[in-house]
C-alpha cells in the first residue's frame, strides 16, 4: 500500500475512533444558600451530535443539557447519548453552602426510603395492576385557550372528515372566534374524532356548563392507532401507583365500618347529641367536655390540607376526585370511633386530675390484656416515638412553615422576616400550651368554630355567587369519578388521589385524635367514640368538599401548571378581589390551631418516653416552641416532609392494634347500644337538665 493511500486511511480511522469518545465538562452551581436551586450544565465533545441527556432528575427535559431545581448534596446522573447510540454516563453532586442545605440534603435520601414503604404498591408488584399510564388519544383544544378566557368559539369548517387518518401538523379545523378565524391543527398523528358539528359551539364563557365541564374547549380528539405510554420530561414512564399507607388506611376504615355495623352512619345523631352536651356530666372523670375534646381533635385535622391539599388532589384526579374524597371521609369516621373508645377505655388518671391516654395506652395496655404483651409494648413504643417526631415536624414546623408563606405572600414587608414571625406564633402558642389542655380545650373551643366559620361563610359565598353553577359542577364531580379521563389516571387514579387526600386529612386510624377524645368527661368510653364520629365529617366531608366546589364551581378544576394553596386562593379571587386576605386569615388560623392540637398530642407521646412529670412535660413544651421559630425561619425541604411523614407511619402500629381489639370495641359498642336503648345511661344528667 503507497504512503499517500494509507495516510487518508489512518487519518479516517482515527477520527473514527476518537469521534467516538464522549468528552463532558460540567459546570455545577449552587446560586444561593436557599435550598433546592441547584444547577448542573454538561458541554459534550466527540462522538457524533445530536446528543440525548438521560437524567435522573424526572423534570429534565431529554434534550436539555442543564438541569435545574436540584437538591444540594445529593447524587444526580446523567446518560449521554449520541446520535450513533454511544453513551457515557456521569454522576454529580451540588456543593452545600450553609446548615439548611446539609439538613435537606441529609434528610432527602431518608424521605426517598420512608417513601418507597409509605407508597409502595403491591398491586403492581405482583402483577395484578399495571402502573403506568397510558393514552388512547389526544384531545385537540381551541387553540390559544385557557381557564378564564372570554368569548363564543364555533367550528365555522371542518377541512378533515371525521374517522380520516391525520398527520402531525395537518390542518383540521377553521374555529371562529367572535367572528375571527383560528386555525386548528393536529398535535399528533392518528384518526380524526369530530367533538363538535360543524357550525356548532365548541365552547361559551356565557355558558356556565362549558366553564365547568371538564374539556368542553376540547374540539377534536386524534385516537392512537395503538395506546402509548406517558413519560416524565426525562423519559421515565409515568406511573399511577396505588400508595401502600393508602390502602392500609382504607381497607381498615371499610373493615371497621362492616364490623361496627355502619357505626358512621347509625351513631350520627347520638353523636351531635353529645357534642351539643345534651348528656355532660360535670362529675363524670375527665378533663374537658365532649365538645371541648372534638374541637381540640378538629383543630388538629383541619388545616392546610384542607386548603392546598385538596387543590392538589382536584389538580390531579379533576372534579371527580372530590367523590371520593367524601366517601373515603364517610369510611373513616369507623376507624375514629374504633381508636378514640379505645383512648377513653384505656386512660391513665393521675391523682392531680392530668390524663394520659392514646394508642400508646390502649395499644400496651389493651394487648397485655389479650395476652399480648410484647407486642403492645414494641407498638406503644414505635409509635410514641413517631409521634413525638411528627409534632416537631408535621404539627410544627411545617404548619408555622407555610403559615409564614401564606401571611407574607399577602404582606410583602414580612418576607426575609420569618424569624420574628416565628417568635410572635411562639408566644401565642406558649400563651396556650403552657396552661395543659384545659387550655388547649378553651382555647380551641372558640377558635375552631370561628375560623370553621370563616372559611365555611368564604366558601359559601362563592358557591353562592356562582350557584347557577351547581347543576354542571355535580355533573362534572360524578362523570369524574366514574368516567374520567386517561391523562387523570382513569378511576382507579382518581380513587387513590381522592382517598389520598382524605386519608391525609382527616387522619383516621393514625391515631391522633384517641389522644385528645381521651381526656373527655365520660364514664362510658363509647360515647366518645360517637363523638369522634363529627371529626372527619367536618373534617372531610364538609370542609375538603366545599374546597373542592369552590375550585370546580369557579372552574379552577381546569387549570394547568398550579396547584396548593395558590390554585385555592385564585378560585377565591375570582369573586372577589379581597377574599384572599380572608383566605391568608383562615390559613393562619388553621396551622395555629393545628400547632396548639399536636402539643398536646406529641406532649403525651413524649412523658410516655420520658416520664410524667411536669417538669418533663415543660421540657416538651420548650422543645415545641423553638421549633416553631425554627419553621417559621428556614425552609427545611426534605426535613418538613420527612416530619410530615411520620404521622402517617403512626398508622400502622395503631391499625395492627385496632384490628386485634376490634373485638372488644364492638361488645363495649353493643353494651352502649343496649343500656342507651333501655334508659339505662345518662339518668342523672338527663333529670339535672330538665
Not at 34 to 58: F, H, L, R
Not at 93 to 108: A, D, H, L, Q, Y
Not at 127 to 135: E, K, L, Q, S, T
Not at 457 to 481: R, S
Request: aromatic share 12%; charged share 15%; glycine share 10%.
Amino acid at each position: 500500500m503507497s504512503v499517500k493511500l494509507s495516510f487518508p486511511i489512518l487519518l479516517l480511522f482515527t477520527t473514527v475512533i476518537f469521534s467516538q469518545n464522549l468528552i463532558v465538562k460540567e459546570n455545577i452551581k449552587n446560586p444561593s444558600t436557599i435550598i433546592n436551586d441547584g444547577i448542573i450544565e454538561v458541554n459534550v465533545t466527540g462522538g457524533t451530535a445530536p446528543y440525548s441527556y438521560k437524567w435522573s432528575n424526572q423534570s429534565t427535559p431529554l434534550v436539555s443539557n442543564k438541569a435545574f431545581g436540584l437538591v444540594e448534596g445529593v447524587p444526580y446522573n446523567v446518560v449521554i447519548t449520541d446520535a450513533v447510540g454511544n453513551t457515557i454516563t456521569k454522576e454529580y453532586v451540588v456543593p452545600m453552602k450553609n446548615i439548611s442545605e446539609r439538613f435537606n440534603g441529609t434528610f432527602t435520601p431518608i424521605v426517598n426510603t420512608i417513601a418507597m414503604v409509605l407508597f409502595w404498591d403491591p398491586f403492581s408488584a405482583v402483577g395484578i395492576y399495571d402502573p403506568n399510564v397510558y393514552v388512547e388519544k389526544k384531545n385537540i383544544p381551541i387553540p390559544g385557550w385557557r381557564p378564564g378566557i372570554k368569548g363564543s368559539f364555533l367550528i365555522k369548517e371542518w377541512v378533515v372528515d371525521d374517522g380520516v387518518k391525520v398527520k402531525e401538523g395537518d390542518t383540521i379545523a377553521i374555529i371562529s372566534r367572535d367572528g375571527s378565524d383560528i386555525v386548528g391543527r393536529a398535535f399528533v398523528s392518528g384518526t380524526l374524532k369530530h367533538l363538535a358539528k360543524e357550525g356548532g359551539s365548541i365552547y361559551n364563557s356565557a355558558n356556565k356548563g362549558d366553564v365547568i365541564e371538564e374539556g368542553a374547549h376540547n374540539f377534536a380528539s386524534v385516537v392512537y392507532d395503538e395506546k402509548i405510554a406517558l413519560t416524565h420530561p426525562n423519559g421515565d414512564l409515568q406511573k399511577k401507583n396505588i400508595p401502600f399507607i393508602v390502602i392500609w388506611l382504607s381497607i381498615g376504615a371499610l373493615f371497621f365500618t362492616f364490623r361496627m355495623g355502619f357505626i358512621n352512619i347509625r351513631g350520627f345523631k347520638h353523636a351531635i347529641d353529645l357534642a351539643r352536651g345534651k348528656y355532660d356530666d360535670p362529675n363524670a372523670p375527665g378533663q374537658v367536655t365532649h365538645f371541648q375534646a372534638l374541637a381540640t381533635a378538629v383543630s388538629g385535622t383541619v388545616g392546610l390540607g384542607n386548603i392546598a391539599g385538596v387543590a392538589v388532589a382536584i389538580s390531579l384526579g379533576g372534579a371527580g376526585a372530590s367523590f371520593w374524597i367524601i366517601v373515603a371521609g364517610l369510611l373513616g369516621m369507623s376507624s375514629k370511633f374504633v381508636e378514640c373508645t379505645l383512648g377513653v377505655k384505656y386512660r391513665n388518671i393521675a391523682p392531680d386530675g392530668r390524663v394520659f391516654g392514646g394508642p400508646m395506652n390502649y395499644l400496651r395496655n389493651g394487648l397485655e390484656k389479650q395476652n399480648k404483651k410484647v407486642l403492645g409494648k414494641v407498638l406503644a413504643g414505635v409509635f410514641a416515638v413517631l409521634c413525638v417526631g411528627a409534632s416537631f415536624g408535621g404539627g410544627n414546623m411545617f404548619q408555622a412553615n407555610q403559615a409564614f408563606e401564606a401571611v407574607s405572600g399577602q404582606v410583602p414587608e414580612l418576607v426575609g422576616h420569618g424569624f420574628w414571625f416565628g417568635i410572635i406564633i411562639s408566644l401565642l402558642v406558649a400563651a396556650v400550651i403552657i396552661g395543659g389542655i384545659k387550655s388547649i380545650a378553651k382555647v380551641t373551643e372558640k377558635v375552631v368554630p370561628i375560623m370553621a366559620t370563616v372559611y365555611v361563610a368564604a366558601c359559601l359565598a362563592v358557591i353562592f355567587i356562582n350557584i347557577e353553577n351547581i347543576g354542571p359542577a355535580f355533573t362534572a364531580i360524578f362523570e369524574g369519578a366514574f368516567n374520567p379521563s386517561a391523562l387523570k389516571g382513569g378511576i382507579i387514579g382518581v380513587l387513590i388521589v381522592g382517598f389520598q387526600r382524605a386519608a391525609f386529612s382527616n387522619e383516621a386510624g393514625v391515631g391522633s385524635a384517641a389522644i385528645a377524645h381521651s381526656v373527655a368527661k365520660t364514664n362510658n368510653p363509647p360515647s366518645e367514640g360517637f363523638v369522634s364520629l363529627m371529626e372527619p365529617f367536618i373534617d372531610t366531608v364538609v370542609i375538603c368538599t366545599l374546597t373542592a366546589l369552590v375550585l370546580i364551581f369557579t372552574g379552577k378544576h381546569e387549570v394547568v401548571g398550579m396547584a396548593g394553596a395558590q390554585l385555592t386562593s385564585d378560585a377565591f379571587g375570582t369573586v372577589i378581589s379581597w377574599f384572599p386576605y380572608v383566605l391568608t386569615v383562615a390559613i393562619f388560623l388553621f396551622a395555629l390551631s393545628t400547632m396548639i392540637s399536636w402539643s398536646y398530642y406529641g406532649m403525651r407521646a413524649w412523658t410516655y418516653l420520658f416520664g410524667k412529670s411536669k417538669k418533663t412535660e415543660m421540657v416538651y413544651k420548650m422543645f415545641f416552641l423553638i421549633f416553631v421559630v425554627v419553621g417559621a425561619s428556614v425552609s427545611l425541604g426534605a426535613v418538613l416532609d420527612f416530619s410530615d411523614m411520620m404521622i402517617l407511619a403512626m398508622a400502622f402500629p395503631n391499625i395492627i392494634g385496632l384490628y386485634i381489639m376490634s373485638g372488644e370495641v364492638k361488645g363495649d359498642l353493643d353494651e352502649y347500644w343496649r343500656k342507651l336503648k333501655a334508659g339505662e345511661l345518662y339518668k342523672a344528667q338527663l333529670k339535672v337538665k330538665k
